[in-house]
């Protein structure tokens, strides 16, 4: 068992820290919150009084953290150059890829091994250990990092050079947010036409529209299976977070001169959603409110 410092023990490291100490690490935390931090001693893990502190004689590094400015202020001032040349460093937050290919670059540049992994799966599969990795990354730094992530994790994935994990999931999430969109203004659509909800949802779950947010993950109460949408929207993935993810898609694609018509869309809609009408704390598949007139004015 090894060494692991882990910094940034929000809604989701809290959960993965705790993961990593039940499997028997040594884990030494550090978050500037006090609570996040009695938390983590509370499930096993050691507090340290600063990232320095925490990192200065570990074996791997883990971080998850809001976004990139934090991993880059964490990463430049407390890690590189902190933490043993040996250590694997880890950073699980979701950031945009120019960040999470510069870090690991410097990274790199001071003989570190150094891997993006960003998760797909919330607080639930944290907590859970069933997290998705997907990480991108050098094959000796991947091979480094999965033993950690298989231990909080169900799935890890090798998703390409350093950077290609950020890379895949914000794609994946644009795809998600621009289908969630479509599958709302389907079912508000099929009903004005008169079909029943549930008769739709069988039909479209075995015909070609079949997708992950009907299927799944239905933005409709009392259709297909318990969602979401049965608890009032509560719980899930934000809405804010959506749009966050999407924010980063458009970043990305604009970066490289991608055309996301699909993808801004979906972006406008959850600006909309997430803060002019204030439902960024609902489930994104709440969108599905803004979108039947019965509830607000578009
Ligand atoms: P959170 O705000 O609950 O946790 C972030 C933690 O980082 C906080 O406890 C904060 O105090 C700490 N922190 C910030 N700056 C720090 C610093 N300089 N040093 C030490 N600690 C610092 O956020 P979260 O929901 O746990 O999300 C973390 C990351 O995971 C984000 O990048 C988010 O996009 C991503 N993510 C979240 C979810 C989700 O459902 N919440 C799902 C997938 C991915």
């Not at 910094?7 to 499997?23: E, P, R, S, T």
């Not at 979906?266 to 909309?272: N, P």
């Not at 009408?277 to 803004?290: E, N, Q, R, T, V």
Request: aromatic share 6%; charged share 20%.
């Amino acid at each position: 068992m090894a060494r692991v410092a882990f910094i940034g023990l929000g809604n989701m490291g809290g959960g993965m820290a705790a993961n990593l100490a039940k499997a028997g690490h040594a884990v030494t935390s550090f978050d500037l919150s006090e609570a996040a931090l009695a938390k983590a001693e509370g499930n096993g893990c050691t507090r340290a009084a600063s990232a320095e502190e925490a990192v200065k004689d570990a074996e791997a590094v883990v971080t998850m953290l809001p976004a990139g400015k934090h991993v880059r202020e964490v990463y430049e001032t407390s890690v590189i150059g902190k933490a043993p040349a040996s250590a694997i460093l880890i950073d699980c937050s979701t950031i945009d890829v120019a960040t999470a290919r510069e870090e690991i670059a410097k990274a790199e540049s001071a003989g570190y091994r150094m891997v993006d992994a960003p998760v797909s799966g919330g607080i639930a599969a944290a907590d859970a250990g069933t997290l998705t990795f997907m990480v991108g990354g050098a094959d000796e730094a991947f091979e480094a990092a999965r033993p950690y992530l298989d231990q909080m994790g169900k799935a890890v994935i090798h998703a390409g050079a350093g950077g290609a994990g950020q890379g895949a999931k914000i794609c994946n999430n644009m795809l998600l947010g621009a289908s969630m969109v479509a599958t709302c203004e389907t079912f508000i659509l099929a009903q004005k036409l008169g079909l029943d909800a549930q008769t739709f949802f069988d039909i479209a779950s075995k015909a070609s529209g079949q997708c992950w947010s009907m299927t799944t993950y239905c933005p409709l109460p009392g259709v297909g299976p318990v969602t979401p949408a049965d608890r009032d929207y509560e719980g899930g993935f934000a809405a804010a977070l959506m749009l966050k993810d999407l924010r980063l898609a458009m970043e990305a694609a604009q970066s490289v001169d991608s055309y996301t018509p699909m993808g801004a869309a979906a972006e406008e809609l959850y600006t909309r959603f997430a803060e002019s009408l204030g439902g960024g704390g609902k489930d994104f598949s709440g969108i599905i409110k803004m979108i039947d007139d019965s509830w607000t004015a578009r």
